[in-house]
């Protein structure tokens, strides 16, 4: 079949230009459609229900809320994962599933049971499903800066009802979570005095409000042949018509609403504010895009709708970003392309001094592009993203391997045949299954790693598959377009100087050959040393589970103590602000603060925590990790008693939505009483405070706060005739406010209303707020009730549906999972509870599974490489003696590794895997020679074999090398994640090649001596 193939494609042009043309069409749909992102998408097929439970404690949210939601949730099928937030007015449920679920499907099934729950809820209480969105869904964060002075109500307006339904009409955009100023809401503010004078109570004026805020549909009449639709309108279109109302009727005389109060603009009670640099507080909002849409493309429409909304925006207003994830992908693409373009330009440089021809090289060189082009065209097909990771560890070397065997070998029979096609034809079909199997080898090792699974799997599987596709290029053309190219285009002439160059490396490979014959015991023990030395090293190294990537951005953490007003924070953060802007004017860009809660509760947070998002200067003076240490250092000298975290926006966004916290590392007591978690959760974080490396910790807010209680005294209210209904709505209006129907403006604008008693005319102090008494007069609430502050909980956070107390660790200067390790040692001498057990999460949770995974990933590999082994050798001592020789490759990477002072991680393991691979295949290429050669003496056949393959061994691997050393050398932005991939499978290449020539010989000479 092969045969066929090849002689098919080397003698009809048609057929090959027609493969050559598909490459194109199928590159240029994947150029034009491959989504694009900064990096993979790891989080988890998760859906998010919250309820909004205003005035209820967190104990009475759990007990009332949470609770009978988990119930319902709990038998949904393929649920992996479940956990909670209990807060003051706030359930929070997170639901993972199985990857396979679709995630509308799993929306539909959660709906379903919502709506059979929600009679069980306390009235008022309506969870909502959150939207469908991501880690990278908070792709464009913005704020609206107006060219004149405009109040932060209006500002909150204009955002709501005009910026945020003209952006949601972009495609691809989930949802848009307005952020900072005051939500508008019209307060009717009456006069107790004047309920008094025409004894008036709460309940009547609220039932008039009602009634005269109404819509009604009362059917259609027939009117010379045409229908007319009947209603009747008593909707509020303006505070005046609310002014206008008539509350009650007292002799003859209508009572309008002017008589007994006044409309003013207020506002529904906030949660949050934004922050930015040192202008104070500002309005803005968070872009979610879609899940599975392409982020750049939903960006860049984004803009365009954003650039035609700002000439219709009153008062001059622009809308500027403070988190722009566009500008991120094509910093980190530009990395990807800048890399990729030089790896390909240096293996070219070396494909062409190697086959001594620029016409070989530049042959040879075009697999490249094509191969590439064929492989954006799969991705886009099947759906995966062009990002750092899928497109930052591709190899050329590796790809253009079978293209460089094939068209060496057509050039060396260039010189011995006078036809051309003949040549061509007899070099390709001879060399076919040596080429095969070599690329069966390099798919070998990338293929097993398609039984990744979790996080590690959405990390790796597209480059994998990249990886797989290019190759699957790459060997479509070595069939087709490169022997019909080579037919047509190469010469049988090459330099002298390749021919020299390669009589030195035999030359070379011949006398290090005769030197371990002489003393094969250095050969041996240089073997068994470095890989014992990896193995060591491996131990020892630091590790993590992913190299972290460099965003461009802090996300600071900040949380003052506990209690604080919202107020008081954004003073703290105003301040902290000018002191970052003022001490690093060189490093930092800019400063926006995130306080409290957003109108979509996807990360609540109290009104004390704020995340200040800082930019970092392409120019700064500061490493990273030296500006995070200093910014924290500097906070907590400045403010001490607030907690600081540093940590990136990307990176926080993942950790939280992956492990339920914010930070690298998650510790969760789980067990039933909140007292026994509080004491035994202390010990524990104070065993993380001792531990090296732990940088940040967090604990829960379970206690701490207070509440002010009124408690009603039955007989009290029945002596003095008060009616607990209309006591309940004067508390109701002191305060929030008892909510009425919306104003619909002509704008279809809505805004609240609510009835509220004027603030002028009550005390400060609750428990003398007059409350009305059957005899028309006034009483305290202290006569009819006790008054009183109380502790309260802060957050009750639940996991796996039971109580739990979370401690959040960030780590600097050591391996996450490190860190854990010896934590795990220590709490292991705890004498917790009977009951009450510890769970590790976020990356050593993600590292564990990685572990458990690769433990027969790996095996599955050395299997599938054996098995082709055994089907190109037939000897299982050769199979044996080369898999053995082949552990000093990823010895030798991890060595690599530790000499440029970078940590162990999973990126880093993968890159051990192809390093022992790819040794295993230039083993294989030396003793298959050796064994087809037709001599007796065991010595003769070994140097020959070395002398014929010595040379493609040291062409291969250096051309392999070539391949990824802009990757393993890049300074650029998120070379970091490439790097510990590329610098493994560097040192692990060059330290197999070299003891393939050096170790594996001998295992198969008897003689002591040439």
Same mark, same amino acid.
């Given at each position: 079949?092969?045969?066929?193939?090849?002689?098919?494609?080397?003698?009809?042009?048609?057929?090959?230009?027609?493969?050559?043309?598909?490459?194109?069409?199928?590159?240029?749909?994947?150029?034009?459609?491959?989504?694009?992102?900064?990096?993979?998408?790891?989080?988890?097929?998760?859906?998010?229900?919250?309820?909004?439970?205003?005035?209820?404690?967190?104990?009475?949210?759990?007990?009332?809320?949470?609770?009978?939601?988990?119930?319902?949730?709990?038998?949904?099928?393929?649920?992996?994962?479940?956990?909670?937030?209990?807060?003051?007015?706030?359930?929070?449920?997170?639901?993972?599933?199985?990857?396979?679920?679709?995630?509308?499907?799993?929306?539909?099934?959660?709906?379903?049971?919502?709506?059979?729950?929600?009679?069980?809820?306390?009235?008022?209480?309506?969870?909502?499903?959150?939207?469908?969105?991501?880690?990278?869904?908070?792709?464009?964060?913005?704020?609206?800066?107006?060219?004149?002075?405009?109040?932060?109500?209006?500002?909150?307006?204009?955002?709501?009802?005009?910026?945020?339904?003209?952006?949601?009409?972009?495609?691809?955009?989930?949802?848009?979570?307005?952020?900072?100023?005051?939500?508008?809401?019209?307060?009717?503010?009456?006069?107790?005095?004047?309920?008094?004078?025409?004894?008036?109570?709460?309940?009547?004026?609220?039932?008039?409000?009602?009634?005269?805020?109404?819509?009604?549909?009362?059917?259609?009449?027939?009117?010379?042949?045409?229908?007319?639709?009947?209603?009747?309108?008593?909707?509020?279109?303006?505070?005046?018509?609310?002014?206008?109302?008539?509350?009650?009727?007292?002799?003859?005389?209508?009572?309008?609403?002017?008589?007994?109060?006044?409309?003013?603009?207020?506002?529904?009670?906030?949660?949050?504010?934004?922050?930015?640099?040192?202008?104070?507080?500002?309005?803005?909002?968070?872009?979610?895009?879609?899940?599975?849409?392409?982020?750049?493309?939903?960006?860049?429409?984004?803009?365009?709708?954003?650039?035609?909304?700002?000439?219709?925006?009153?008062?001059?207003?622009?809308?500027?970003?403070?988190?722009?994830?566009?500008?991120?992908?094509?910093?980190?693409?530009?990395?990807?392309?800048?890399?990729?373009?030089?790896?390909?330009?240096?293996?070219?440089?070396?494909?062409?001094?190697?086959?001594?021809?620029?016409?070989?090289?530049?042959?040879?060189?075009?697999?490249?592009?094509?191969?590439?082009?064929?492989?954006?065209?799969?991705?886009?097909?099947?759906?995966?993203?062009?990002?750092?990771?899928?497109? &930052?560890?591709?190899?050329? +070397? @590796?790809?253009?391997? $079978? #293209? *460089?065997?094939?068209?060496?070998?057509?050039? %060396?029979? !260039?010189?011995?045949?006078?036809?051309?096609?003949?040549?061509?034809?007899?070099?390709?079909?001879?060399?076919?299954?040596?080429?095969?199997?070599?690329?069966?080898?390099?798919?070998?090792?990338?293929?097993?790693?398609?039984?990744?699974?979790?996080?590690?799997?959405?990390?790796?599987?597209?480059?994998?598959?990249?990886?797989?596709?290019?190759?699957?290029?790459?060997?479509?053309?070595?069939?087709?377009?490169?022997?019909?190219?080579?037919?047509?285009?190469?010469?049988?002439?090459?330099?002298?100087?390749?021919?020299?160059?390669?009589?030195?490396?035999?030359?070379?490979?011949?006398?290090?050959?005769?030197?371990?014959?002489?003393?094969?015991?250095?050969? &041996?023990?240089?073997?068994? +040393? @470095?890989?014992?030395? $990896? #193995? *060591?090293?491996?131990?020892?190294?630091?590790? %993590?589970? !992913?190299?972290?990537?460099?965003?461009?951005?802090?996300?600071?953490?900040?949380?003052?103590?506990?209690?604080?007003?919202?107020?008081?924070?954004?003073?703290?953060?105003?301040?902290?602000?000018?002191?970052?802007?003022?001490?690093?004017?060189?490093?930092?860009?800019?400063?926006?603060?995130?306080?409290?809660?957003?109108?979509?509760?996807?990360?609540?947070?109290?009104?004390?925590?704020?995340?200040?998002?800082?930019?970092?200067?392409?120019?700064?003076?500061?490493?990273?990790?030296?500006?995070?240490?200093?910014?924290?250092?500097?906070?907590?000298?400045?403010?001490?008693?607030?907690?600081?975290?540093?940590?990136?926006?990307?990176?926080?966004?993942?950790?939280?939505?992956?492990?339920?916290?914010?930070?690298?590392?998650?510790?969760?007591?789980?067990?039933?009483?909140?007292?026994?978690?509080?004491?035994?959760?202390?010990?524990?974080?104070?065993?993380?405070?001792?531990?090296?490396?732990?940088?940040?910790?967090?604990?829960?807010?379970?206690?701490?706060?207070?509440?002010?209680?009124?408690?009603?005294?039955?007989?009290?209210?029945?002596?003095?005739?008060?009616?607990?209904?209309?006591?309940?709505?004067?508390?109701?209006?002191?305060?929030?406010?008892?909510?009425?129907?919306?104003?619909?403006?002509?704008?279809?604008?809505?805004?609240?209303?609510?009835?509220?008693?004027?603030?002028?005319?009550?005390?400060?102090?609750?428990?003398?707020?007059?409350?009305?008494?059957?005899?028309?007069?006034?009483?305290?609430?202290?006569?009819?009730?006790?008054?009183?502050?109380?502790?309260?909980?802060?957050?009750?956070?639940?996991?796996?549906?039971?109580?739990?107390?979370?401690?959040?660790?960030?780590?600097?200067?050591?391996?996450?999972?490190?860190?854990?390790?010896?934590?795990?040692?220590?709490?292991?001498?705890?004498?917790?509870?009977?009951?009450?057990?510890?769970?590790?999460?976020?990356?050593?949770?993600?590292?564990?599974?990685?572990?458990?995974?690769?433990?027969?990933?790996?095996?599955?590999?050395?299997?599938?490489?054996?098995?082709?082994?055994?089907?190109?050798?037939?000897?299982?001592?050769?199979?044996?003696?080369?898999?053995?020789?082949?552990?000093?490759?990823?010895?030798?990477?991890?060595?690599?590794?530790?000499?440029?002072?970078?940590?162990?991680?999973?990126?880093?393991?993968?890159?051990?895997?192809?390093?022992?691979?790819?040794?295993?295949?230039?083993?294989?290429?030396?003793?298959?020679?050796?064994?087809?050669?037709?001599?007796?003496?065991?010595?003769?056949?070994?140097?020959?074999?070395?002398?014929?393959?010595?040379?493609?061994?040291?062409?291969?691997?250096?051309?392999?090398?070539?391949?990824?050393?802009?990757?393993?050398?890049?300074?650029?932005?998120?070379?970091?994640?490439?790097?510990?991939?590329?610098?493994?499978?560097?040192?692990?290449?060059?330290?197999?090649?070299?003891?393939?020539?050096?170790?594996?010989?001998?295992?198969?000479?008897?003689?002591?001596?040439?």
């Amino acid at each position: 079949m092969w045969a066929a193939l090849l002689r098919l494609s080397i003698r009809s042009t048609v057929f090959s230009l027609s493969i050559l043309l598909l490459f194109l069409l199928i590159g240029g749909y994947g150029v034009l459609s491959i989504q694009i992102d900064a990096v993979p998408d790891i989080t988890n097929n998760q859906v998010q229900v919250y309820a909004y439970a205003p005035g209820y404690s967190a104990a009475e949210v759990e007990a009332l809320v949470t609770r009978p939601l988990e119930a319902a949730l709990a038998t949904l099928p393929r649920r992996i994962e479940w956990r909670s937030i209990s807060r003051m007015g706030l359930s929070l449920i997170t639901i993972v599933f199985e990857e396979e679920v679709d995630i509308y499907q799993a929306r539909s099934q959660i709906t379903e049971r919502l709506l059979a729950v929600r009679d069980l809820l306390p009235p008022g209480v309506q969870p909502e499903l959150g939207p469908v969105s991501t880690g990278l869904s908070e792709a464009y964060q913005y704020i609206l800066k107006p060219a004149v002075p405009v109040s932060l109500t209006e500002l909150r307006t204009i955002q709501d009802w005009i910026v945020r339904r003209a952006l949601l009409e972009t495609p691809g955009v989930a949802d848009i979570s307005s952020f900072g100023g005051y939500v508008r809401r019209w307060e009717i503010c009456l006069y107790p005095e004047a309920l008094q004078r025409y004894n008036l109570s709460l309940t009547e004026i609220e039932n008039a409000l009602l009634t005269s805020n109404h819509l009604l549909g009362i059917g259609y009449i027939e009117r010379s042949g045409s229908t007319i639709a009947l209603r009747a309108e008593g909707l509020w279109r303006s505070p005046e018509d609310i002014r206008q109302t008539v509350v009650a009727v007292r002799g003859e005389r209508p009572l309008r609403l002017i008589d007994v109060g006044e409309v003013r603009e207020g506002h529904l009670p906030r949660y949050g504010a934004l922050l930015q640099d040192t202008l104070g507080e500002v309005v803005g909002g968070i872009v979610l895009v879609r899940k599975g849409e392409n982020t750049a493309q939903v960006v860049q429409r984004l803009k365009e709708n954003i650039a035609a909304l700002e000439k219709r925006l009153p008062y001059g207003i622009r809308i500027e970003p403070f988190l722009d994830r566009e500008a991120l992908i094509h910093r980190l693409l530009n990395t990807v392309v800048s890399n990729l373009t030089k790896a390909a330009a240096i293996v070219i440089a070396l494909l062409t001094i190697i086959l001594g021809s620029w016409r070989a090289g530049i042959l040879v060189g075009a697999v490249i592009p094509l191969s590439m082009l064929f492989a954006l065209g799969l991705m886009s097909m099947t759906g995966i993203s062009a990002n750092l990771m899928s497109l &930052g560890a591709i190899d050329f +070397g @590796l790809i253009v391997d $079978g #293209a *460089v065997i094939l068209v060496e070998a057509v050039i %060396v029979r !260039l010189s011995l045949y006078t036809n051309r096609l003949e040549a061509t034809e007899e070099g390709a079909v001879h060399i076919r299954r040596a080429s095969l199997f070599g690329e069966l080898v390099v798919i070998s090792v990338y293929l097993p790693l398609l039984l990744l699974s979790g996080v590690e799997g959405k990390m790796f599987r597209p480059m994998v598959w990249t990886m797989l596709f290019a190759l699957l290029g790459a060997l479509i053309l070595s069939l087709t377009v490169v022997p019909w190219a080579s037919a047509r285009f190469l010469q049988c002439h090459t330099w002298r100087f390749s021919e020299n160059l390669t009589d030195k490396l035999r030359h070379a490979v011949g006398a290090m050959f005769r030197f371990s014959l002489r003393y094969p015991w250095v050969a &041996g023990t240089a073997w068994l +040393g @470095l890989t014992l030395a $990896g #193995a *060591v090293g491996f131990h020892l190294s630091e590790t %993590v589970f !992913l190299p972290e990537l460099d965003e461009g951005a802090f996300a600071v953490e900040t949380r003052l103590p506990l209690g604080s007003s919202l107020d008081k924070t954004i003073a703290y953060c105003d301040s902290i602000h000018r002191l970052l802007l003022r001490s690093f004017p060189t490093e930092l860009t800019g400063a926006v603060a995130k306080i409290g809660t957003s109108e979509i509760p996807m990360d609540p947070m109290f009104v004390e925590s704020a995340d200040l998002i800082l930019g970092i200067s392409p120019n700064a003076s500061l490493s990273r990790p030296e500006l995070a240490d200093s910014l924290k250092r500097l906070i907590e000298a400045k403010y001490p008693g607030i907690f600081i975290g540093v940590q990136q926006p990307i990176q926080m966004r993942f950790n939280e939505l992956l492990a339920g916290a914010r930070t690298d590392i998650v510790v969760r007591l789980i067990g039933p009483n909140l007292d026994t978690l509080q004491y035994w959760g202390e010990i524990i974080a104070q065993e993380c405070e001792r531990t090296a490396g732990v940088a940040d910790l967090s604990r829960p807010l379970f206690f701490g706060s207070q509440q002010l209680v009124v408690r009603w005294k039955p007989e009290a209210l029945a002596f003095y005739g008060v009616e607990l209904s209309e006591a309940l709505r004067w508390l109701q209006a002191y305060r929030a406010g008892i909510p009425l129907r919306v104003l619909l403006t002509e704008e279809g604008w809505r805004f609240g209303t609510a009835l509220r008693l004027a603030s002028e005319s009550l005390p400060t102090d609750l428990r003398r707020l007059p409350i009305p008494a059957a005899h028309g007069g006034w009483i305290p609430l202290e006569a009819v009730a006790d008054v009183r502050f109380v502790p309260s909980y802060n957050e009750i956070p639940h996991a796996e549906g039971e109580r739990t107390y979370q401690i959040g660790i960030n780590v600097r200067g050591r391996g996450a999972i490190s860190v854990v390790e010896d934590l795990e040692k220590e709490i292991r001498k705890l004498p917790l509870p009977t009951g009450y057990r510890v769970r590790f999460g976020g990356a050593w949770e993600n590292y564990r599974s990685a572990q458990q995974r690769l433990a027969w990933v790996i095996p599955a590999t050395v299997g599938l490489i054996a098995l082709l082994m055994y089907l190109t050798l037939h000897r299982v001592k050769a199979i044996g003696a080369i898999l053995l020789i082949a552990l000093a490759a990823p010895a030798g990477g991890m060595l690599t590794l530790m000499a440029r002072g970078m940590p162990f991680s999973l990126s880093a393991g993968i890159g051990l895997i192809g390093a022992f691979g790819l040794a295993t295949l230039n083993g294989t290429v030396l003793l298959n020679r050796f064994y087809d050669l037709p001599y007796q003496s065991a010595l003769r056949r070994m140097r020959y074999a070395l002398r014929e393959r010595a040379r493609p061994i040291l062409a291969t691997t250096l051309i392999a090398v070539a391949g990824l050393l802009p990757m393993a050398f890049s300074e650029q932005a998120g070379a970091e994640v490439q790097r510990p991939f590329a610098t493994t499978i560097i040192g692990g290449l060059l330290v197999g090649a070299a003891f393939n020539l050096w170790v594996l010989p001998l295992l198969f000479i008897r003689r002591k001596s040439p």
